[in-house]
């Protein structure tokens, strides 16, 4: 698909109408290209029913499912349109939705708002399709019936960006911004496309950039007052969470570094707060409880300095740090067998650990004197 000729709008409507452009088909945007355009997820249809079988066993009844203002017939072409692009047969529902279109334009259908919803829906396989060019020209007609829709906005963005036109496309993602600032695709591109831009054109990118439309406050509140369908608070709860997950992930780097930068410095209760901090936000992470065992035993708290050691001998059973620092820990206590227990334990792992050496050395000069000492008072 990609090169036959379209038939307008209205003529005969026997044909089916796809749609293409003479000059073939552009790097597909359903996969991220080199310039990293992001992927048309988003099902082409409004409408979804629970579907049921027929007698023959085929399940047809999606076909019945509401369609706005469409007649019966045309709309259950759309329907069918739907059904089949969210089944990834994209030239196929393609041949849908043109024949909806026509069907529409032939039968005079006064209703804009379906109309621009067919538009963009034949957008959609376009943009699957690789065919950018006709996606933009599919966008612009949804537009015209629907200024500012933001599907068909964030479709003919796509579309430029994968034919690297990025100042038209960075216009239409600020333009969808300004409709809904929870599009993150949206955010995404407009950071990667900016990038872009400034590496192009310089200093003055912005001064080169198409005008971006003002949308208008009662747009917004009409997009705001929409229903929300399942299938979009699903997708908007997982965003929410993978943005909450990236937050936690940069503030636990951000104290670690700073925990780290305080050892270095002495200043060991501060650290101790951050590597606390951090247990807060990543309770399993066995890196942060060695360093913070480490600012313990600086601070002389050697029974917590142990317990810390032990959180991370569970997280990792082999880790020499913990079992090294446990020991200074049982040193500090006066359990001197159970760090020489350590540190043997240590030099298994490594032999060539010199410190572990010098304190088993000096941790079996202790217990022997403790030996002596317990002897004598017997």
């Known amino acids: 698909m990609g090169n036959a000729q379209e038939k307008p709008p209205g003529s005969s409507g026997g044909e089916k109408a796809r749609r293409g452009q003479s000059g073939g088909k552009e790097r597909a945007p359903g996969q991220r290209g080199a310039n ?15 579907q049921q079988p027929d007698s023959s066993g085929v399940d047809r009844s999606y076909l019945d499912a509401p369609a706005g203002a469409l007649p019966p017939h045309l709309g259950r072409l759309k329907n069918e349109g ?23 334009c032939e039968a ?27 996606c933009i020209e599919d966008c612009n007609k949804a537009l015209e019936l629907q200024p500012f829709s933001l599907k068909p906005l964030l479709r003919r963005a796509m579309a430029n960006e994968s034919l690297e036109r990025y100042g038209k496309a960075y216009v239409d993602y600020k333009t969808v911004l300004q409709i809904d600032t929870g599009v ?33 406050l009662s747009v917004q509140q009409q997009h705001r007052e929409k229903p929300v369908s399942i299938e979009l608070t699903q997708v908007r709860a997982a965003r929410a969470a993978q943005e909450e997950a ?7 780097t951000l104290l670690k570094h700073e925990g780290n930068s305080l050892v270095k410095k ?15 936000i990543k309770p399993d992470e066995c890196a942060v409880y060695t360093n913070r065992a480490i600012c313990f035993l600086k601070l002389n708290q050697f029974e917590e300095a142990k317990q810390d050691c032990d959180s991370a001998l569970q997280l ?22 159970s760090a020489s227990s350590d540190l043997q334990e240590v030099l298994q792992l490594d032999p060539k650990v010199h410190e572990a050496e010098q304190e088993l050395e000096e941790v079996t000069c202790l217990l022997r004197q403790s030996l002596i000492d317990k002897a004598a008072h017997t």
């Open 246 to 252: 990236r937050r936690k992930e940069a503030h636990f």
């Open 266 to 280: 002495g200043v060991f209760q501060e650290a101790l707060e951050k590597y606390s901090e951090c247990l807060s």
């Open 316 to 337: 990792d059973p082999a880790n020499k740090k913990a079992f090294y620092r446990r020991a200074l820990a049982f040193k500090g206590l006066q359990d001197y067998l």
């Open 82 to 104: 739907n059904y089949l692009f969210k089944n990834g047969q994209f030239g196929d529902a393609l041949e849908k939705y043109s024949e909806a279109i026509n069907g529409c």
């Open 36 to 50: 990293g355009a992001p992927r048309e997820n988003s099902p082409a249809g409004e409408e979804e029913e629970q």
């Open 108 to 134: 005079g259908i006064d209703s804009p708002e379906d109309l621009s919803i067919l538009y963009s829906n034949r957008a959609a396989c376009n943009l699957k399709d690789g065919n950018s060019s006709a």
């Open 184 to 216: 993150q695709a949206a955010h995404d591109s407009v950071h990667r496309i900016t990038k872009v831009l400034i590496e192009q054109d310089g200093p003055e990118w912005r001064e080169k950039l198409p005008e971006i439309p003002v949308v208008p």
